[in-house]
């Protein structure tokens, strides 16, 4: 039997939780929360890839909007919501928890990639009560390593920081970032990393309007799989 996807809210949470969840016919009791880049919502096209792809292989999948998207419908965030975003991913991944028993994965592109980061980055930093509610791994597709065409404003500050096994997913044409550049950065998290370069593609990875990259939602399960030897 397929998955089954359904509208998802936690309004008793601060910030709510909103978005899409998919329930495996046989779980395997690990969770995934998927997160939008700055321009998109969590009907992505590749979000719903992903999520259908990982919970037909048995996650439960929770794609969310971000709580800027929450309030606004269109646009990009603002220096002001990334503090209230990282909440909200911190809300969404309680919001799994109490749904499947497992390892829990937060993920996101671009944007939601990056907050993501930066939220296990600050939890690393706390007690080790706070420590002890890391998700288990982070997949951060297309990290924004700096504006298009501004190399020099590394988002880089808090990845010495990060202990959370992360695995990247990276096109070779991304503008936000050379698979050469993410490899230096990478080298300053000491946590367990790898990076899978997707070849020719940009930001979006392959999707970008109708485009879809039929394949890269099992290479990523697969990629995620043998990462965390899921597979053992």
């Known amino acids: 039997m397929p998955a089954s996807t359904r509208a998802f809210a936690d309004n008793a949470a601060d910030p709510k939780v909103r978005g899409y969840l998919h329930t495996p016919a046989t779980a395997n009791e690990m969770g995934l929360v998927l997160s939008h880049g700055a321009g998109s919502n969590a009907q992505a096209p590749l979000l719903v890839a992903l999520a259908e792809t990982f919970a ?33 991913l911190s809300n969404a991944v309680a919001a799994i928890r109490k749904i499947t028993p497992g390892r829990v994965i937060l993920g996101g592109h671009s944007y939601g990639g990056r907050q993501s980061s930066m939220l296990c980055a600050e939890l690393a930093k706390q007690s080790p009560e706070e ?19 501004k190399p020099e404003q590394q988002r880089t500050q808090h990845l010495p ?10 096109g070779t044409r991304d503008p936000f970032g050379s698979i050469a550049e993410l490899e230096q950065a990478i080298k ?17 990875l392959g999707f970008k309007g109708k485009a879809k990259q039929e394949e890269l939602g099992n290479l990523i399960l697969q990629e ?9």
């Open 161 to 170: 920081d990060l202990r959370t096994p992360t695995l990247f997913v990276h």
């Open 131 to 149: 420590v002890t509610n890391l998700p288990a791994a982070l997949l951060l597709l297309s990290y924004p390593l700096h504006p298009p065409r």
């Open 188 to 204: 300053m998290i000491p946590a367990r990393t790898k990076l899978v370069a997707i070849e020719g593609a940009g930001h979006d």
């Open 224 to 232: 995620l799989t043998n990462f965390l030897n899921l597979s053992s």
């Open 56 to 88: 037909t292989a048995g996650f439960t999948v929770l794609r969310c909007d971000l709580p800027y998207r929450q309030t606004r419908s269109f646009g990009p965030p603002g220096p002001a919501d990334a503090a209230r975003d990282r909440a909200g």
